[in-house]
């Protein structure tokens, strides 16, 4: 199947710190195409990629870089595509300077930016998948399941911490 999502990335160092996007994309069976390309280092290459990415089939980008990230802004730049940036921390600012760089985008070029760490590579591949999903109803099924169970694994933990909460009392109420 032709893939319909790309994840390109900064560098080669940002690869582990995007492999929950690509463990979500596996989770849902959904193949993407992922590429090494720098605004900087390869600015050829990666206008080159963001040029033809729609008429390839590409439906969603997700571009990760730290630093002066300017990946995601540069491939936004050179498709109507929609582009979900991803920042990357890196030691020097923990991840304020990528997040800003991504983020501040001039009027006119939008680039969906994720938060710098935690959830943020995860929920690139959802807010892909989200949009993927209009127009797939069998994905978009698989996106309420996944939805419902994120759910269900809160109600439990709740549970479970009433419960304990409630044996801690009683125990104290003993003593
Ligand atoms: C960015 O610079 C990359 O996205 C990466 O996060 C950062 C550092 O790159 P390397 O020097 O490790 O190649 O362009």
Redesign the pocket.
């Known amino acids: 199947m032709t893939p319909k999502v790309a994840v390109v ?6 690869v582990p710190k995007m492999e929950k996007t690509l463990e979500i994309f596996r989770e849902f069976d959904i193949p993407c195409e992922v590429r090494i390309l ?3 280092r390869t600015p050829r290459e990666t206008a080159e990629f963001a040029e033809n990415a729609r008429a390839r089939g590409i439906e969603v980008i997700i571009a ?6 300017h ?1 995601p802004g540069v491939i936004a730049a050179s498709t109507i595509l929609p582009v979900i940036g991803v920042p ?1 921390a ?1 030691p020097v600012m923990n991840g304020l300077d990528s997040l800003l760089s991504i983020a501040q985008m001039p009027a006119g070029i939008p680039v969906c930016t994720m938060s710098a760490g935690g959830g943020g590579p995860e929920n690139a591949a959802l807010a892909a998948i989200s949009i993927l999903a209009l127009g797939d109803k069998a994905l978009s099924e698989t996106l309420e399941s996944y939805r419902k169970r994120l759910a269900a694994k809160v109600l439990e933990r709740d549970s479970a911490l009433q419960w304990k909460l409630t044996a801690t009392e009683v125990r104290e109420r003993e003593i």
């Not at 990335?9 to 940002?14: I, V």
């Not at 990760?64 to 990230?69: K, Q």
């Open positions: 990335m900064g560098s080669y160092s940002d720098s605004a900087h990760a870089a730290g630093g002066a990230a990946l990357i890196l």
